[in-house]
Structures are given as structure tokens and as C-alpha cells.
């Protein structure tokens, strides 16, 4: 029963998060919408203009990563593409099922040779649909169609400037999640190596291995960028966003060698290589260092970069010579990463190397 009250409390608390996280865009889409409708009814004098609030919510959206001006764009050549194509054959052949198979595929195929993304595609032939089953050949209906989309896009844009999120606050967000599997990854290898466990290396690894945290944190960029472009409100913010993009090469490389890191350290294991202390304790410092890393990004980059080198300074020569093949790929790419980290405090790939002490290659 208690454990069943956690999972309920848990659940709870995650649709919490997810409904704060939604909050805005459903704000947007709510009132866009209904501005939408009110527009081109009572402004136009369509009778039913049920295409401008949906063109809102295609606008809008409710995820990150979809550069909205572009939807607009693609919103209305899709649906200009679909009701020219629908309106002039359906003139021509009349309507009925063949006719609706034919008018379908011919605006999707006139889409994609117009070199349209999958959005133009699917509105050219959802248009496309709607003309051949519900709208009067040769008549204004299609052009009121266009005239809503174009209603709904430019005022799901003008909903994102006036009611924008916050767009530093996107790119922390995610940052912060990148750096927590960061974080979790090297902890997990420290945790593999003290207790002599190939499985948990294995674990991590197999938890580490996909490329959505980086891909999510590009997407949120992206994001934070065009509501930078759009709205005014945050225009004196371009310069805690410049942080976070320049971070996001080095954090990606950071990604892929822990992903080395925790292969290597499952095969030493599994080798039942000697194991090290002292490499053991810098991936802990590692793992600290980098959580320091995430709350600094918009902030002084000092604590970081010294946070970083100790971790770093942790792989010396007397580390490597006394170690197994795996266990020192491991410790080089401890180095490596520090070296990552380093450089999205925003230093150069030189001047991160040059923090961190030289150390000589182990003698065979």
C-alpha cells in the first residue's frame, strides 16, 4: 500500500512539472485562437472560419525545436498548394471517392516537387481534402480558407511575442538536464570501479547511449533564439543565451566521450583490471565539477574552471603506468572530458588543454 501511495505521489508530481512546462503554450494557443476566430469572423465575415484557430495551434505547437516563423510560411503554401490543386481538378472531374484519391495525391505530389518540407505535404493534402469533400467548386471558400491560415499563423506569432516564455531559462533547463546525465554517468562509473561491478558500467552505458539529451538541448536553443527574435520583451537576454550556445559543441563532445568512458570501464572490469583510487576519485570530482559547470553558465566561469582542473589534474603519469589498458583509455578520457567541460566555460580547445598539468606516456 505505501509503495503504491509513492508511485501515485510520483506520478503526481511529474504531471505537475509537465502541466508547469506546457502552461504557456496552451496559454498561447488559448488566446490566439480565440483572437483567430474573432478576426476572421467578425473582421473577414467568414461565416465558419474553423482553419484560422487551428492554423494557431499548428503555429504554436506544444514542443520545443519548431521554428514557428518557418511553420508559418510552410502553413500557408501548404494549404494554398492543396486548395488550388483540389479547386481547379475538382472544377474539372467533379467529386466523388476516385476523384477525392486523385485530387489527394496529385497536391501532395505537386508539394513535395515544390521542394516542400513534411508540414506543405500534409496541409497540402489535408486542403486538398477539404475541397474535394466540403467546399463548393469554383468558389471564394478556398481563397477564405488561405486568408484564415494565414489569420491563425500571424497571430500565433504575435501570441509568442506578447506572452514569451523565458528564453535563458528553456536553455538552463536543459542544461541542466544534460549535465545531470553527465553527472549520473560518471558517479555510475565511479560506483562500477569501488565495487567491482561490470554490470552497473553496462547500465550507464545503456542509459547514456542516445543522443536526446543533446538533440533536446539543440531543439530548446533553437527555440530560445527565434522568441529572442520575435519578441522585444527579451531582446536584452541575447547575451545569457550567447553562454549556453556556445557550450552546446563541447557538452555534445563531453557526451560522446563519457560514452567511450563508461565502454572502457565496463571492459575493465570485465578484464578485472587492477583497480584505482585515484581514478575513482576523479570521476567523482569530475561529476561535481560538472554540476558546478551547470550553474555557472550564466554566471563567472572561475569556480567551474577550478572545479574542472582538479578534477582533471587527478590522471597523472604515476596514474597511467600502474594501470591496465582499458582503465587508462578510462583515465584519458576523464582528461578529455575535462577538457570538454573546459571549453564550454568558453575557453579554446588550447587554452582548456594548457590548465590541466602535462603528463608523459607510460612506459611499456
Excluded at 316 to 334: C, K, M, N, R, Y
Aim: aromatic share 2%; charged share 20%; net charge positive.
Amino acid at each position: 500500500m505505501r509503495l503504491s501511495a509513492v508511485r501515485i505521489r510520483a506520478a503526481m508530481r511529474r504531471r505537475r512539472l509537465a502541466l508547469r512546462r506546457m502552461g504557456l503554450p496552451i496559454l498561447q494557443c488559448a488566446v490566439a485562437a480565440g483572437l483567430a476566430w474573432l478576426v476572421a469572423s467578425e473582421v473577414f465575415g467568414h461565416p465558419r472560419p474553423f482553419f484560422a484557430p487551428i492554423a494557431v495551434i499548428i503555429c504554436i505547437g506544444v514542443g520545443l525545436g519548431q521554428q514557428r516563423l518557418r511553420r508559418v510560411v510552410e502553413l500557408v503554401v501548404g494549404v494554398s498548394v492543396g486548395i488550388g490543386v483540389g479547386d481547379l481538378l475538382v472544377s474539372i472531374i467533379g467529386t466523388g471517392f476516385w476523384q477525392l484519391a486523385l485530387v489527394l495525391a496529385l497536391a501532395m505530389t505537386a508539394a513535395v516537387l515544390l521542394g516542400g518540407g513534411p508540414l506543405i505535404v500534409l496541409q497540402a493534402g489535408s486542403s486538398a481534402i477539404l475541397v474535394a469533400t466540403l467546399l463548393p467548386p469554383g468558389g471564394t471558400a478556398g481563397v477564405d480558407r488561405m486568408l484564415d491560415a494565414l489569420i491563425g499563423g500571424v497571430l500565433g506569432i504575435a501570441a509568442i511575442a506578447v506572452l514569451p516564455g523565458n528564453p535563458p531559462g528553456m536553455a538552463r533547463r536543459h542544461a541542466d538536464q544534460l549535465v545531470n546525465e553527465l553527472t549520473v554517468a560518471l558517479n555510475s562509473a565511479a560506483d562500477a570501479f569501488e565495487r567491482r561491478d561490470a554490470r552497473l558500467a553496462a547500465d550507464a552505458l545503456r542509459r547514456i547511449r542516445t543522443q536526446q539529451p543533446i538533440d533536446d538541448y539543440r531543439d530548446a536553443l533553437r527555440t530560445a533564439r527565434e522568441i529572442l527574435v520575435i519578441s522585444p520583451l527579451h531582446r536584452r537576454q541575447r547575451h545569457l543565451l550567447r553562454s549556453y550556445v556556445d557550450a552546446a559543441e563541447p557538452l555534445d563532445h563531453a557526451l560522446r566521450n563519457c560514452r567511450v568512458l563508461l565502454r572502457r570501464t565496463h571492459g575493465a572490469l570485465v578484464d578485472d583490471e587492477p583497480g584505482s583510487p585515484g581514478l575513482t576519485a576523479g570521476l567523482r570530482k569530475l561529476a561535481a565539477a560538472s554540476e558546478v559547470l551547470a550553474a555557472s553558465l550564466e554566471a563567472s566561469p572561475a569556480d567551474a574552471r577550478a572545479a574542472l582542473r582538479a578534477a582533471g589534474s587527478t590522471v597523472d603519469t604515476e596514474l597511467l603506468s600502474h594501470s591496465g589498458f582499458s582503465t587508462q583509455v578510462v583515465a584519458a578520457q576523464l582528461r578529455s572530458m575535462t577538457v570538454d567541460l573546459l571549453q564550454a566555460t568558453g575557453l579554446r580547445h588550447d587554452e582548456a588543454r594548457a590548465l590541466l598539468p602535462a603528463i608523459n606516456h607510460p612506459e611499456s
